[in-house]
């Protein structure tokens, strides 16, 4: 059975926590404000169907500011991480292929800025980091088993 009721403290996973929270709440916000330079980055990666380009320009920045503030709640906190987690894997896999091809591009990650290969490695190391970040939390939030005595 799980036991609810004892209350956990877990400081280094509520840090991590709001700092990823926090980065892609700003992250989102910085995309949402201009779908159609986030779109051009997309594009710019050459890997989906340009029908597809547009709804997810218009659909990923919310859902990191969703998955963000969910990271904020003890409650949603390990549904938050696995769809972060999901989408750092996904961000690494854009990067990682548009470097591999030669690509300098800007990634949009945080709003539009300077094409830069450099920029990108940062950027796959930092879905790396992010990746590991929200897989602490994923794992730190799984609810603890506890044996009850039996009744």
């Not at 380009?53 to 409650?75: D, Y």
């Amino acid at each position: 059975m799980i036991d609810r009721s004892a209350p956990r403290h877990d400081y280094p996973a509520l840090a991590i926590s709001v700092g990823i929270g926090i980065l892609f709440v700003i992250s989102g916000m910085a995309k949402i404000g201009d779908p159609g330079d986030f779109a051009d980055n997309i594009f710019g990666f050459a890997i989906l169907p340009p029908a597809f380009i547009s709804p997810l320009a218009l659909g990923l920045p919310p859902f990191e500011i969703l998955c963000g503030l969910l990271m904020l709640a003890p409650r949603t906190r390990r549904v938050a991480a696995l769809g972060l987690m999901l989408l750092s894997v996904i961000f690494f896999a854009a990067l990682a292929s548009a470097l591999a091809r030669g690509l300098t591009l800007d990634c949009g990650c945080f709003g539009v800025g300077a094409p830069s290969r450099q920029r990108m490695w940062l950027e796959a190391g930092l879905n790396v980091l992010l990746f590991a970040g929200t897989l602490i939390v994923y794992l730190r939030s799984l609810p603890k088993m506890r044996r009850l005595a039996p009744i």
